[in-house]
């Protein structure tokens, strides 16, 4: 079975006091509605993952990104059993070196979070067991199972 070819993208920046931020945002439709995701969506028929992330970007919050500023770090796949149309495959991209200024969208209005201090109560549940480690630069290929509720993760591996 082909899954469903999705993208994310969690664009970073450095802060006067050395820490690090990512952008952010509550999603206001759609899968996830509510939930504080990354930046991305699905690949459009011909797309690559890369085409597509630096498509949903800009569509996402109004900032540019060159496809060679992306850094794929893995790939997610997400299972939904209880829900087969949810099910996706997901590549994973960060990136340091964007142009303009976070705008809200129809999708999600974005904001900064420090990285030290990500709102992972308010994300999917399989964030918390890579988000970190990607934002540090560590790669991830995992697959996670979601139970009857939708949210809550019974699997992973």
Same mark, same amino acid.
């Given at each position: ?13 450095? +802060? ?10 509550? *999603? *206001? *439709?759609?899968?996830?509605?509510? %939930? ?5 969506? *699905? ?27 992306? +850094?794929?770090?893995?790939?997610? +796949? ?27 969208? %129809?999708?999600? %209005? ?34 996670? +199972? ?12």
């Amino acid at each position: 079975m082909t899954l469903p070819q999705v993208c994310v993208c969690y664009l970073t920046r450095e +802060t006067n006091g050395g820490g690090t931020q990512v952008l952010l945002g509550r *999603k *206001k *439709k759609g899968l996830g509605l509510g %939930n504080i995701v990354g930046l991305g969506g *699905k690949l459009e028929p011909g797309e690559t993952a890369v085409d597509a992330a630096v498509r949903e970007i800009e569509e996402e919050s109004g900032l540019t990104v060159a496809a060679s500023a992306l +850094t794929a770090l893995g790939v997610l +796949t997400y299972l939904f059993p209880h829900r087969e149309a949810w099910s996706q495959e997901s590549s994973v991209f960060v990136c340091s070196d964007w142009s303009g200024t976070p705008r809200e969208s %129809n999708e999600l %209005n974005p904001v900064w979070f420090d990285v030290a201090a990500l709102p992972l109560d308010e994300m999917w549940d399989d964030a918390r067991h890579w988000l970190p480690g990607v934002l540090a630069g560590v790669p991830v290929r995992e697959t996670f +199972t979601f139970g009857a509720d939708l949210a809550t993760v019974v699997s992973r591996g």
